[in-house]
C-alpha cells in the first residue's frame, strides 16, 4: 500500500471513529429522555380507591391495621372510601412505607 491509500485509510477511520462518538453520544442523550417519559407516565397514571383498597388491605393482613386506620386519619378521613381522591398518590407512598422502618 502507498503513503497516500495509506492516508484515505487513516482519514476514512478517522472520519468512521468520529460518527460512532456522534452515535454514542445522541444515544446517551435519548437515555436520558426516557426516565422523564417514564416519570411523566407513571404521574399520569390515577390512582384509584380499588388500588388504594388493595395496598391497604395487604398492610392490614400483615398486622399493620392500627397503622392503615392512623394514616387514613392523618388524611382527614375516618375510613378509606372518605380520602380525597387526589391525595391518593401521597397515601399509596405512605401505606407502601408501612412495615419496612421496623
Given at each position: 500500500?502507498?503513503?497516500?491509500?495509506?492516508?484515505?485509510?487513516?482519514?476514512?477511520?478517522?472520519?468512521?471513529?468520529?460518527?460512532?462518538?456522534?452515535?454514542?453520544?445522541?444515544?446517551?442523550?435519548?437515555?436520558?429522555?426516557?426516565?422523564?417519559?417514564e416519570?411523566?407516565?407513571?404521574?399520569?397514571?390515577?390512582?384509584?380507591?380499588?388500588?388504594?383498597?388493595?395496598?391497604?388491605?395487604?398492610?392490614?393482613?400483615?398486622?399493620?391495621?392500627?397503622?392503615?386506620?392512623?394514616?387514613?386519619?392523618?388524611?382527614?378521613?375516618?375510613?378509606?372510601?372518605?380520602?380525597?381522591?387526589?391525595?391518593?398518590p401521597?397515601?399509596?407512598?405512605?401505606?407502601?412505607?408501612?412495615?419496612?422502618?421496623?
Open positions: 500500500m502507498t503513503d497516500d491509500e495509506l492516508q484515505k485509510l487513516a482519514a476514512g477511520l478517522t472520519d468512521c471513529g468520529k460518527a460512532l462518538l456522534r452515535m454514542a453520544d445522541a444515544l446517551m442523550e435519548k437515555k436520558k429522555e426516557v426516565p422523564a417519559a416519570e411523566e407516565k407513571k404521574a399520569e397514571k390515577k390512582l384509584s380507591l380499588e388500588d388504594v383498597r388493595r395496598v391497604a388491605a395487604d398492610k392490614a393482613r400483615q398486622g399493620h391495621m392500627e397503622e392503615v386506620r392512623q394514616l387514613i386519619q392523618k388524611f382527614g378521613a375516618d375510613k378509606l372510601s372518605g380520602v380525597d381522591a387526589a391525595k391518593y401521597a397515601l399509596m407512598e405512605e401505606l407502601e412505607a408501612i412495615g419496612y422502618a421496623e
